[in-house]
Each structure stands twice: as C-alpha cells, then as structure tokens.
C-alpha cells in the first residue's frame, strides 16, 4: 500500500519553530516530487513548497518564503519541512503529497495524500 505519513506538528508559540517530517511507505521517493500543502478552518487547501526528486530545486508560498525550508533525505525515504519564525496565520492542517509529474501549486496535481498534521501557533 502506498502512503504518506506526517509527523511532527503541535502547538507553538508566535516565533516559534517546527520540524515537519512526511514519510513514504510502499514506494521509494527518490523518484518523485514531493509537495507540502496546508489548509485551515474555511478556507481552501494551499500549497506551501514543493521540492523535485534531486533535492535540488525548491519552490515556496510568498507567505512562508524565506520562513520555511524544504528538504530531503531520500536515504530515509522522508521529506521535511522546517518552519521558522511562525505566526498565528500559519495554523492549519498540513498535508505532504507526491507529486504526478511535476511540482504545482495545484492540489490536482498530486495523487498520493498524507492524512495531514495539525501545527496550531498561538500565545
């Protein structure tokens, strides 16, 4: 069965830091693109950052550029997204996903979903 898993979200404070991790299972990443997408209370799903299968080319969000890093390690199989600097904007569920052919800020062009993780930043 082919999956991806989330780990690493929580409740931090305004200025704080996450390390999200998004871990393949029944496939191998190496091959693949691999997105991180976020979506909040109300609002649609959005994509935060995307990283190709090299490691490297990345692209982020206007909203977490210069905030958040992606990265990989393809030895573990895992993908991770480092979020400095967090603001109460930022709480939502995230979501890693790979990719079908290439990196998109549009759901539609991923087809393997994790659940997601919930980051809440709040004081």
């Known amino acids: 069965q082919l999956q991806l898993v989330e780990s690493g979200g929580g409740l931090v404070q305004p200025g704080g830091s996450l390390r999200l991790s998004c871990a393949a299972s029944?496939?191998?990443?190496?091959?693949?693109?691999i997105g991180w997408f976020r979506q909040a209370p109300g609002k649609e799903r959005e994509g935060v950052s995307c990283?190709?299968?090299?490691?490297?080319?990345?692209n982020y969000a206007d909203s977490v550029e210069g905030r958040f890093t992606i990265s990989r390690d393809n030895a573990k199989n895992t993908v991770y997204l480092q979020m400095n600097s967090l603001k109460p904007e930022d709480t939502a569920i995230y979501y890693c996903a790979k990719v079908r052919y290439y990196c998109s800020g549009h759901p539609t062009a991923y087809d393997i979903w994790g659940q997601g993780t919930q980051v809440t930043v709040s004081s």
């Open positions: 990283i190709n299968s090299s490691g490297r080319s990345t």
């Open positions: 029944g496939f191998t990443l190496d091959y693949y693109a």
